[in-house]
C-alpha cells in the first residue's frame, strides 16, 4: 500500500514509529505463506525443529534414514513451520462509537487503529480481513495478503457510518461460522452492552483457537463523567431514549458502575486468555500498539 | 410568640430562591448525545429512590437556611405563658446595707458599692414611668425616700448618701417594711430586689418565721421577691479577712479620781491570714497613750490590757483601735468611763459590836473600801463612814452621797425628816432589815402606804435563824437595773454563791402607790432588792440583812461587788448606761428643772442632733434613738456638765463567712426565692417572663448546622466516592 493511502488516517511521525514494529502472532497459527509467524504443525516445514523417536503411526517419508544409518533406529525429523497470520479486524460502528468530539469520536479512533493494524499485517505479507458492525454484521472483506488489499480495507473503513444497537454477542455468533482457519480476531469497540453474551461469545472463539485480542476504545468523559450543571444524555443507539438528570448527583454511582463494568469485562477476558488493551481516544495510537505489541512478544 | 424585627420576616421569601433556582437549572439543561446510556439507565433504575429523595433533602435544606435566618434576624420571642403583666414596673429595692457591707479590698470597691452599681443598673434597665422606692436592710434601716419617686436619678443619689450601718441585716424586718412599703405602689408590675452579701452571721441565724411570713406578705400582694448575691464569685475571691476588736471590759464601770483602772480588750482574726505584728492603740479623751503590738494568728483571739489612772472627774472617752482592714466598723471599741470623785456612804449601824466582823455593818465597811481595809495604797472608789442610831443626824450626813440603815430598829422623827430631806434632794439611801427591826415604826412612818421612803413594807419573816435549817438564794435571772446587770455575765460572780436562811417578806401597801422595781428576786419569788426613785432620790431596800446574821453573802466574794454596785448605783441617781450598741436608745437623767429644755447631742460622724428633755418619774429625760453609727456621742447644753456616750458596733457581722453553695441552695429552697448573680440575671428573667424568651440564637444556631448540614449533604450527594483506577493520560492499565 501506497504510504499515501495511510497518510489518510495516521500522521507521518505515526507513520515512522509504527515501522519499526512487528506484529507477532502469541500461538502459530495456520498459513498459507511463510512469514514470521509459528506453525502449529510440525515436520513440514523448511526449518529443522528436532529429531524424536519413530512411533506407530508416523508416516515413513517423515523418517531420516541418515540417522537409521548411524545407529540403527528409526528417528523422525521435525520442522517448525513459518506461516502467514490470518488476522480478521472487526470493527464496532454501532451508535455509541459516535461519542466524542469531531474528528475524535470513538469510531474515528478504531478506524485509524484498524488501519494501522491492516497496514501493518499486510507488510508482513500477514492475511486481513474487515468485518464492520452494529448489531449485526454490516460489511465483511475477507482476509487477503495482497497489499492491494489494504486499499479496499481502508476504503471501507473511510465510509463506515455509525449507527444503530451493538450487539457484540450475536456479532461473534455469526463470525465464528465464517472462520475456517485458526487466526487472530481483532475487536475494535468500546463493548458497550451486555458483558456476559459478549463473554459467553469470546469463549466459544477461543474453544476454535482463535487468539482474540480486544482493543476497548472509550472516550475521557464516560471515564470521569465530568458533567456539572443538569443535562439532558440523549441515547446515540436509541433516537429518542432520553434521560434529564442532574449528572453530579449520579456521578458516584456511575463510576461504581462503569468500575463494575469494566472489571467484569477484564476478569472474563482473563478467564477467556482474551487479551483485553484499554485505550482512551485521547491516548497517542502509536504508543498504544506498542504497549500491546511489547506485552505479545514477552508472552512468547 | 412575637417579633422584636417584624418586618424583617419579608425576608422569608427568599426561601424562593433556591427552589426557583432548582426549577431553573431543570429547564435549561445541556445536551449530550452519550453512547454508555445502558450504564446510566442501570444506575437510575437502582439508585431513583434514593436520588428523587437526596435531591428533595437538599433542596428542603437549601430552602431552610433563608428561612431560618430571616425568622432569626426578626428576633422572636417565646412567650411560654400569661407569666407577664405589662406596664409601669414599681421596683422596690431591699438593700442590705449591714457592717459587712462595708467589706472591701480597697475604698470604693466594698460590696456596698456593689450594691449601688446593681441598684444602677435595676434603674437604667427599668420600663420608662416606673417608680422606685428602697428599704435598707441593716441595723437602725428603715425607708429610703420619704416617698417613692419617678426620678431614678433622685433614688440613686438617696441611695448614694447611705453608708453601711453598724449592726447586722435584720432580714425578716426588712422585708416586712418592704411589704409595708409594697401596697404603696400602684404599678401594675411590682418588683422586690433584695441586694445583700448574704452573710452566714446574718442569714443563719435570720427569724425563718418572720422571713416567711414576710415572704408571704409580699406574694400575696403578687411579687415575688427576688435576691441578687453580691458576694457571689465574680471572678475573684470575695473579702473575708477581718479583725475586731470585739469587747473592751473595765472593772465596775465606775472609776474613781487617781483610781488605777484596767481595760482588757479582746482582738479577734477571723478568715485565713495572720497577723504578725498587728498594733493595738489606746486612746483615752482623744489622746494617744500606747500602741501595743500583739501576734495574731488565723482565727485567734488575743486579750490586751491596758491601764490607766483618771486625774479627773467627769465623762472620759477611752478607744481602743486595731489597724486598718477591709471591714472599718468593728475596727474601733470605744467606752465611756463615769470618774467619780470619792464617794462617801454613811453606813448606820443598828447592831454595833466590839468583837470585830461581828457588828452589823462591820462587813459592808470593808466590802465599800477594801483597799483601805487591806491596807493596800489603791484607791478606793467608795469612803464608809459608820455611825450608831442616836449619832445620826442631817449634820453628820455631810458629804455623804449614800446613807445606809443596818438592822436599825427605828428612826426619831427629826432623823427621818432629815433622811427624807436627803433622799428627795438627790442622796441615795439602802435599808437593810435584822432582829432589832420596830415593825411597827418601818410600816408605819417609814412606809406610809408607799408614800414614805421605803417602796414595801417589811411582811412576816421567813425561814429559820439556825444554820441547819432551810435555806433559799438568789436564781439566775436576767437583772435590768443598771446596779445589777454587772452580774448578768456570769463571769463577774454569781448572787446564787449565797444562802439565804432568814428574810423579810416585802409586800405592797394599800394605797396603791408606786410599789418600786424589783431588782432581783429570791427562788421563793419574794422580791430580794426592790428599788425605787424618791424624790431626785432613790431607794433601794433588801429583804435580808446586812451582815451575815442571816445569810452568807459576807462570807461570798460576790459581796464586796453587789455592795459596790448598789452604792454607786444609788450614788449616781440610777443613771442609764453609758455604754451602749448601735441601735439603742441614748438615755440621760437631767434635773426636773431642764425637762422642756433642748440639748445638743454630738454624734460621731459629725454634726450634732437636737434633743428636748421631758419631765418623768420627777426628773427631766433626755432620749436620743439616732444612735446608727459607732463612737462616741455626746450631749451637751447651757450648764450642762458634758456627757458622754459610747456606742459600739454589733460584732455579730464580724465574721465576713458567706452563706456556702449548699447553705444559700437550702435558703432559697426553704424559702421558695430565687437568688441571682446580678441584676442583669434578674432583669433577664424577668424579660422573659413578660416579654417572652428571645430565640433568635438557638436558631441562628440551626441556620449554621443547616449550613453545615448543606455542605456535607453536598459532598455526600455529589462527592466521588470512587476512584477510576486507570484515568491516566494514555494507555489504560
Given amino acids: 500500500m501506497p504510504v499515501s493511502d495511510l497518510g489518510r488516517f495516521l500522521s507521518a511521525e505515526e507513520l515512522r514509529r509504527l515501522g519499526g514494529l512487528q506484529v507477532l502472532a502469541r500461538e502459530v497459527v495456520e498459513g498459507f505463506c511463510s512469514g514470521l509467524h509459528q506453525s502449529p504443525h510440525r515436520g513440514f516445514s523448511v526449518e529443522f525443529r528436532q529429531h524424536r523417536a519413530y512411533v506407530p503411526g508416523d508416516e515413513i517419508r517423515s523418517i531420516d534414514w541418515r540417522v537409521f544409518g548411524r545407529t540403527d533406529r528409526f528417528y523422525v525429523r521435525e520442522y517448525e513451520e513459518e506461516t502467514n497470520l490470518r488476522a480478521q479486524l472487526l470493527v464496532d460502528v454501532s451508535g455509541s462509537m459516535g461519542y466524542g468530539p469531531a474528528g475524535k469520536a470513538k469510531w474515528q479512533y478504531a478506524v485509524q487503529l484498524a488501519a494501522c493494524l491492516a497496514h501493518l499485517m499486510i507488510r508482513q505479507q500477514d492475511s486481513v480481513g474487515l468485518v464492520t458492525f452494529d448489531s449485526g454484521i454490516r460489511r465483511v472483506l475477507p482476509p487477503r495478503a495482497r497489499p492491494s488489499h489494504l486499499q479496499a480495507i481502508l476504503g471501507e473503513l473511510e465510509g463506515a457510518k455509525t449507527g444503530g444497537e451493538s450487539d457484540l454477542g450475536s456479532v461473534f455468533r455469526a463470525v465464528l461460522p465464517k472462520l475456517q482457519r485458526r487466526g487472530l480476531l481483532v475487536l475494535i469497540s468500546d463493548c458497550f452492552g451486555e458483558v456476559q453474551p459478549l463473554l459467553r461469545a469470546l469463549a466459544q472463539l477461543r474453544h476454535g483457537h482463535q487468539e482474540v485480542l480486544v482493543f476497548q476504545v472509550l472516550d475521557r468523559d464516560e471515564l470521569e463523567f465530568p458533567f456539572r450543571e443538569w443535562t439532558q444524555f440523549e441515547c446515540l443507539e436509541r433516537p429518542g431514549s432520553v434521560r434529564l438528570l442532574d449528572p453530579a448527583q449520579v456521578r458516584g454511582a456511575y463510576l461504581e458502575r462503569l468500575e463494575a463494568f469494566r472489571s467484569e469485562l477484564r476478569r472474563g477476558c482473563r478467564q477467556n486468555r482474551v487479551d483485553l488493551v484499554e485505550l482512551t481516544t485521547d491516548s497517542p495510537l502509536t504508543e498504544a500498539l506498542a504497549v500491546y505489541f511489547k506485552r505479545r512478544m514477552q508472552h512468547r | ?733
Fill in chain 2, 1 to 733: 410568640m412575637n417579633f422584636l424585627n417584624g418586618t424583617l420576616l419579608g425576608g422569608m421569601v427568599l426561601g424562593a430562591v433556591p427552589l426557583l433556582i432548582h426549577l431553573l437549572h431543570k429547564r435549561r439543561f445541556r445536551v449530550v448525545p452519550w453512547g454508555a446510556m445502558h450504564l446510566l439507565d442501570s444506575v437510575l433504575k437502582t439508585n431513583r429512590r434514593r436520588m428523587q429523595l437526596e435531591q428533595v433533602l437538599l433542596l428542603l435544606i437549601r430552602i431552610g437556611i433563608p428561612l431560618f435566618l430571616a425568622l432569626a434576624m426578626a428576633r422572636p420571642v417565646f412567650k411560654s405563658g400569661g407569666m407577664g403583666v405589662s406596664g409601669n414596673e414599681g421596683l422596690l429595692l431591699v438593700v442590705d446595707h449591714s457592717y459587712s457591707m462595708g467589706a472591701g479590698e480597697r475604698p470604693g470597691e466594698t460590696l456596698f458599692d456593689r450594691a449601688r452599681l446593681e441598684a444602677q443598673e435595676l434603674t437604667r434597665t427599668a420600663p420608662q414611668g416606673g417608680v422606685f422606692q428602697g428599704v435598707l436592710l441593716g441595723e437602725g434601716g428603715g425607708i429610703l425616700l420619704d416617698r417613692p419617686t419617678h426620678d431614678p436619678g433622685r433614688f440613686l443619689e438617696a441611695l448614694k448618701r447611705v453608708t453601711p450601718s453598724a449592726g447586722p441585716a435584720d432580714l425578716a424586718a426588712g422585708l416586712q417594711a418592704a411589704a409595708g412599703q409594697l401596697e404603696k405602689l400602684r404599678e401594675p408590675v411590682k418588683s422586690v430586689v433584695v441586694l445583700t452579701d448574704f452573710q452566714r452571721a446574718s442569714f443563719g441565724t435570720a427569724d425563718r418565721a418572720g422571713v416567711r411570713t414576710a415572704l408571704d406578705q409580699l406574694r400575696g400582694a403578687g411579687v415575688d421577691p427576688a435576691f441578687v448575691d453580691l458576694g457571689a464569685r465574680r471572678g475573684g475571691s470575695l473579702h473575708t479577712d477581718n479583725v475586731a476588736v470585739e469587747s473592751v471590759e473595765f472593772g465596775s464601770g465606775l472609776a474613781g479620781v487617781g483610781q488605777k483602772l484596767q481595760f482588757r480588750a479582746a482582738v479577734r482574726s477571723y478568715g485565713e491570714t495572720a497577723h504578725p505584728d498587728l498594733g493595738v492603740a489606746f486612746r483615752v479623751d482623744g489622746v494617744e497613750k500606747t500602741v501595743v503590738r500583739v501576734n495574731l494568728g488565723p482565727g485567734q483571739t488575743q486579750q490586751v490590757v491596758f491601764e490607766h489612772v483618771f486625774e479627773s472627774a467627769g465623762s472620759h472617752r477611752v478607744e481602743v483601735e486595731g489597724e486598718g482592714d477591709g471591714l472599718a466598723a468593728d475596727n474601733r471599741f470605744v467606752a465611756c468611763v463615769p470618774v467619780l470623785e470619792r464617794v462617801e456612804v454613811l453606813l448606820v449601824n443598828g447592831e454595833p459590836s466590839s468583837q470585830a466582823l461581828r457588828g452589823e455593818t462591820d462587813f459592808a465597811e470593808v466590802a465599800l473600801q477594801p483597799f483601805r481595809a487591806g491596807r493596800m495604797e489603791l484607791a478606793d472608789l467608795l469612803s464608809a463612814r459608820v455611825v450608831p442610831v442616836e449619832k445620826f443626824s442631817g449634820a453628820v450626813l455631810g458629804k455623804a452621797a449614800v446613807v445606809v440603815l443596818a438592822n436599825v430598829p427605828k428612826l426619831s422623827d427629826p432623823q427621818l425628816k432629815d433622811l427624807e430631806g436627803f433622799v428627795k434632794s438627790g442622796g441615795g439611801l439602802m435599808v437593810w432589815p435584822g432582829a432589832k427591826l420596830d415593825l411597827d415604826w418601818y410600816r408605819g412612818p417609814f412606809f406610809r402606804d408607799g408614800a414614805g421612803l421605803l417602796p414595801l413594807s417589811f411582811g412576816e419573816i421567813q425561814g429559820e435563824p439556825r444554820d441547819a435549817g432551810r435555806t433559799v438564794n438568789v436564781p439566775p435571772q436576767r437583772f435590768e437595773d443598771s446596779s445589777l446587770d454587772f452580774f448578768n455575765d456570769p463571769r463577774n460572780g454569781s448572787l446564787g454563791d449565797a444562802e439565804i436562811r432568814v428574810w423579810h417578806r416585802l409586800v405592797p401597801g394599800k394605797g396603791g402607790a408606786d410599789p418600786g422595781k424589783v431588782l432581783a428576786r429570791l427562788e421563793t419569788g419574794d422580791p430580794f432588792l426592790v428599788g425605787r426613785n424618791h424624790g431626785a432620790g432613790r431607794v433601794i431596800m433588801a429583804a435580808t440583812t446586812l451582815d451575815a446574821d442571816w445569810n452568807s453573802f459576807p462570807l461570798r466574794p460576790v459581796y464586796i461587788p453587789l455592795l459596790q454596785r448598789l452604792v454607786l448605783g444609788l450614788a449616781s441617781g440610777g443613771e442609764p448606761p453609758r455604754n451602749l450598741k448601735v441601735g439603742a436608745t441614748l438615755t440621760s437623767f437631767l434635773p426636773a428643772k431642764d425637762a422642756g429644755r433642748r440639748f445638743d447631742i454630738g454624734l460621731p460622724e459629725g454634726g450634732t442632733a437636737v434633743v428636748e428633755a421631758v419631765a418623768r418619774d420627777g426628773k427631766a429625760v433626755l432620749e436620743f434613738r439616732g444612735t446608727r453609727k459607732p463612737g462616741f456621742y455626746t450631749v451637751s447644753g447651757p450648764g450642762l456638765e458634758p456627757q458622754h456616750f459610747a456606742v459600739n458596733a454589733s460584732r455579730a457581722e464580724s465574721d465576713l463567712t458567706r452563706l456556702s453553695a449548699g447553705e444559700l441552695e437550702a435558703f432559697s429552697r426553704e424559702n421558695g426565692v430565687r437568688v441571682f448573680e446580678n441584676a442583669a440575671a434578674f432583669r433577664k428573667l424577668q424579660r422573659e417572663r413578660r416579654v417572652g424568651r428571645e430565640i433568635w440564637r438557638p436558631i441562628l444556631l440551626g441556620v449554621l448546622a443547616l449550613l453545615f448540614g448543606e455542605l456535607w449533604f453536598q459532598q455526600r450527594v455529589t462527592g466521588s466516592r470512587v476512584s477510576v483506577r486507570g484515568m491516566e493520560k494514555g494507555v489504560l492499565r
